[in-house]
Protein backbone atom coordinates (compact mmCIF):
# COMPACT_ATOMS: atom_id res chain seq x y z
CA UNK A 1 0.00 0.00 0.00
CA UNK A 2 1.13 3.55 -0.89
CA UNK A 3 1.80 6.12 1.43
CA UNK A 4 -0.34 8.23 -0.84
CA UNK A 5 -3.13 5.56 -0.39
CA UNK A 6 -2.97 5.81 3.14
CA UNK A 7 -3.90 9.83 3.22
CA UNK A 8 -6.68 9.43 1.28
CA UNK A 9 -8.29 6.73 3.09
CA UNK A 10 -11.65 7.13 4.17
CA UNK A 11 -10.90 5.06 7.84
CA UNK A 12 -8.49 8.26 8.97
CA UNK A 13 -9.37 10.79 6.98
CA UNK A 14 -11.27 12.65 9.11
CA UNK A 15 -8.77 11.83 11.56
CA UNK A 16 -8.05 9.38 14.36
CA UNK A 17 -8.09 9.96 18.36
CA UNK A 18 -5.15 9.33 20.38
CA UNK A 19 -4.33 10.69 24.32
CA UNK A 20 -1.60 8.54 25.68
CA UNK A 21 -2.84 7.51 28.89
CA UNK A 22 1.03 7.10 30.17
CA UNK A 23 -0.09 3.58 31.22
CA UNK A 24 3.41 2.54 30.13
CA UNK A 25 2.59 -0.89 28.28
CA UNK A 26 4.04 0.04 24.83
CA UNK A 27 7.74 0.54 27.24
CA UNK A 28 7.12 -1.95 29.98
CA UNK A 29 5.97 -5.26 30.86
CA UNK A 30 5.77 -7.19 27.44
CA UNK A 31 8.40 -8.55 25.56
CA UNK A 32 8.71 -6.21 21.91
CA UNK A 33 11.26 -4.89 19.55
CA UNK A 34 11.91 -1.11 19.27
CA UNK A 35 13.89 -1.24 16.10
CA UNK A 36 16.35 1.67 15.37
CA UNK A 37 17.22 4.03 12.14
CA UNK A 38 20.58 5.50 11.93
CA UNK A 39 18.98 8.71 13.07
CA UNK A 40 17.44 7.57 16.11
CA UNK A 41 21.32 5.65 16.89
CA UNK A 42 23.05 8.90 16.31
CA UNK A 43 20.33 10.85 18.18
CA UNK A 44 20.56 8.68 21.30
CA UNK A 45 24.31 9.02 20.69
CA UNK A 46 24.26 12.66 20.97
CA UNK A 47 21.57 12.91 24.04
CA UNK A 48 23.83 9.95 26.36
CA UNK A 49 27.30 11.64 25.38
CA UNK A 50 28.86 8.58 23.73
CA UNK A 51 29.42 7.44 20.25
CA UNK A 52 26.80 5.58 18.16
CA UNK A 53 28.76 2.17 18.74
CA UNK A 54 28.81 2.29 22.53
CA UNK A 55 25.04 3.13 22.27
CA UNK A 56 25.18 -0.06 19.94
CA UNK A 57 26.99 -2.45 22.49
CA UNK A 58 25.52 -1.32 25.44
CA UNK A 59 21.82 -0.32 24.61
CA UNK A 60 20.92 -2.78 21.81
CA UNK A 61 20.65 -6.29 20.09
CA UNK A 62 20.64 -7.84 16.67
CA UNK A 63 16.98 -9.54 16.48
CA UNK A 64 16.18 -11.94 13.29
CA UNK A 65 13.25 -9.64 11.65
CA UNK A 66 11.78 -12.26 9.18
CA UNK A 67 15.17 -13.00 8.05
CA UNK A 68 16.79 -9.57 7.98
CA UNK A 69 18.84 -8.21 10.66
CA UNK A 70 17.62 -5.48 12.99
CA UNK A 71 19.32 -3.78 15.35
CA UNK A 72 16.75 -3.23 18.37
CA UNK A 73 16.64 -1.68 21.86
CA UNK A 74 17.12 -4.49 24.47
CA UNK A 75 14.68 -4.96 27.19
CA UNK A 76 15.41 -5.20 31.21
CA UNK A 77 14.95 -8.90 32.89
CA UNK A 78 11.25 -7.85 33.26
CA UNK A 79 10.44 -6.43 29.73
CA UNK A 80 11.17 -3.18 30.36
CA UNK A 81 12.40 -0.70 27.76
CA UNK A 82 16.69 -0.67 28.79
CA UNK A 83 16.27 3.01 29.06
CA UNK A 84 12.67 2.72 31.57
CA UNK A 85 13.35 4.08 35.04
CA UNK A 86 11.33 4.51 37.41
CA UNK A 87 10.14 8.23 36.79
CA UNK A 88 9.86 7.01 32.95
CA UNK A 89 11.44 6.74 29.32
CA UNK A 90 15.04 8.20 30.49
CA UNK A 91 16.48 9.43 26.46
CA UNK A 92 12.57 10.67 26.52
CA UNK A 93 14.05 14.09 24.75
CA UNK A 94 16.05 12.01 21.91
CA UNK A 95 13.49 8.45 21.96
CA UNK A 96 13.50 6.48 19.10
CA UNK A 97 11.00 7.64 15.73
CA UNK A 98 9.51 4.36 16.62
CA UNK A 99 8.75 5.34 19.94
CA UNK A 100 8.02 8.88 18.90
CA UNK A 101 5.70 7.71 16.36
CA UNK A 102 3.17 5.44 18.52
CA UNK A 103 0.48 4.37 17.62
CA UNK A 104 0.85 5.91 14.06
CA UNK A 105 2.13 2.91 12.60
CA UNK A 106 1.46 1.43 9.11
CA UNK A 107 0.36 -1.44 10.38
CA UNK A 108 -2.34 -0.15 13.00
CA UNK A 109 -3.50 2.70 10.60
CA UNK A 110 -4.14 0.48 7.14
CA UNK A 111 -7.98 -0.33 8.36
CA UNK A 112 -10.19 0.05 11.08
CA UNK A 113 -8.99 -3.49 12.00
CA UNK A 114 -5.56 -2.65 12.53
CA UNK A 115 -6.74 0.29 14.74
CA UNK A 116 -9.36 -1.55 16.80
CA UNK A 117 -6.58 -4.09 17.19
CA UNK A 118 -3.87 -1.79 18.74
CA UNK A 119 -6.33 0.06 20.60
CA UNK A 120 -6.56 -3.79 22.93
CA UNK A 121 -3.50 -3.15 24.46
CA UNK A 122 -3.30 0.80 24.18
CA UNK A 123 -6.20 2.61 26.22
CA UNK A 124 -5.31 6.05 24.53
CA UNK A 125 -6.64 4.78 21.34
CA UNK A 126 -9.96 6.25 20.47
CA UNK A 127 -9.54 9.22 23.46
CA UNK A 128 -8.45 12.85 23.38
CA UNK A 129 -8.06 15.01 20.66
CA UNK A 130 -8.41 14.43 17.20
CA UNK A 131 -5.35 13.60 15.18
CA UNK A 132 -5.66 15.29 11.58
CA UNK A 133 -5.18 12.80 8.70
CA UNK A 134 -2.00 15.63 8.28
CA UNK A 135 -0.34 14.57 11.75
CA UNK A 136 -0.91 10.40 11.36
CA UNK A 137 0.73 11.13 7.27
CA UNK A 138 3.53 13.16 8.85
CA UNK A 139 4.78 9.81 11.13
CA UNK A 140 4.39 7.95 8.11
CA UNK A 141 6.69 9.65 6.14
CA UNK A 142 8.55 9.76 8.45
CA UNK A 143 9.44 6.27 9.71
CA UNK A 144 9.62 5.80 5.95
CA UNK A 145 12.45 8.43 5.48
CA UNK A 146 14.29 6.37 8.42
CA UNK A 147 14.62 3.25 7.95
CA UNK A 148 15.63 0.31 10.17
CA UNK A 149 19.45 -0.50 10.58
CA UNK A 150 21.43 -3.23 11.15
CA UNK A 151 23.59 -4.26 13.57
CA UNK A 152 27.01 -3.31 13.16
CA UNK A 153 26.58 -0.11 10.99
CA UNK A 154 27.18 2.48 13.24
CA UNK A 155 30.30 4.45 12.68
CA UNK A 156 33.49 2.87 14.34
CA UNK A 157 31.41 -0.53 15.25
CA UNK A 158 31.94 -3.98 14.92
CA UNK A 159 30.58 -5.84 11.98
CA UNK A 160 28.45 -8.46 13.68
CA UNK A 161 25.49 -8.75 15.87
CA UNK A 162 25.41 -6.49 18.74
CA UNK A 163 25.52 -8.22 22.11
CA UNK A 164 22.63 -8.81 24.92
Known amino acids: MELSDLTTSPFYADGLRFDCTRCQRCCRIEPGFVFL ?17 EVESEYCRSVDAGGVP ?14 WRDAGCSV ?19 SADGWQAVGE ?13 MEIAYWLRR ?3 E ?18
Not at 37 to 53: I, K, M, N, P, W
Not at 70 to 83: G, I
Not at 93 to 100: F, G, L
Not at 147 to 164: D, I, L, N, S
Request: with cysteine.
Open 121 to 133: SCPGVDRGPLRSA
Open 37 to 53: SRQDLARLATHLGVSEA
Open 147 to 164: PFTAPGRAPGGATGPARR
Open 70 to 83: RLSLKEQANYDCVF
Open 143 to 145: REA
Open 92 to 110: YEARPTQCQSFPFWSANVE
